[in-house]
């Protein structure tokens, strides 16, 4: 019940830094003060799912590669979802989607053992 818990808590901290970032990225795109690439947007997208899965895992303090793999598979079904209504490459948004899992397993047990 507590990794339940845990991945819904990691989930609404990827939720407020996903709005978070929006908001940022949206101000400096209005103002022209920089154009973000696409590689940016996915290294933010990589370090938001790395902090929401830290975070979750250390909360839990056990089985973060567990934690980190649901809240992974979350995030990338998200994801998937997100850019197939965008009408990206499906094969793009499964390697995106791959290294999200990634990522967020490694996190998970990061977070467990720091």
Same mark, same amino acid.
């Given at each position: ?10 989930? @609404? ?6 709005? #978070?970032? +929006? ?49 992974? @598979?979350?995030?990338?079904? @998200? +994801?998937? @979802?997100?850019?197939? +209504? ?12 791959? #290294? ?5 397993? #490694? ?6 053992? #720091?």
């Amino acid at each position: 019940m507590r990794q339940t818990y845990c991945v819904l808590l990691g989930l @609404l901290l990827a939720l407020a830094l996903y709005l #978070i970032m +929006s908001v940022v990225f949206g101000l400096f795109g209005y103002a022209n003060w920089f154009d973000m690439s696409r590689l940016g947007y996915d290294i933010t997208h990589y370090l938001i799912v790395a902090i929401a899965t830290f975070y979750a895992a250390k909360k839990a303090a056990s089985k973060g590669w567990l934690i980190g793999a649901v809240l992974g @598979l979350l995030m990338a079904a @998200l +994801s998937l @979802l997100f850019n197939w +209504s965008l009408k990206e490459l499906a094969v793009t948004t499964l390697v995106r989607s791959a #290294i999200t899992l990634a990522v967020a397993t #490694i996190a998970g047990a990061i977070g467990v053992n #720091i």
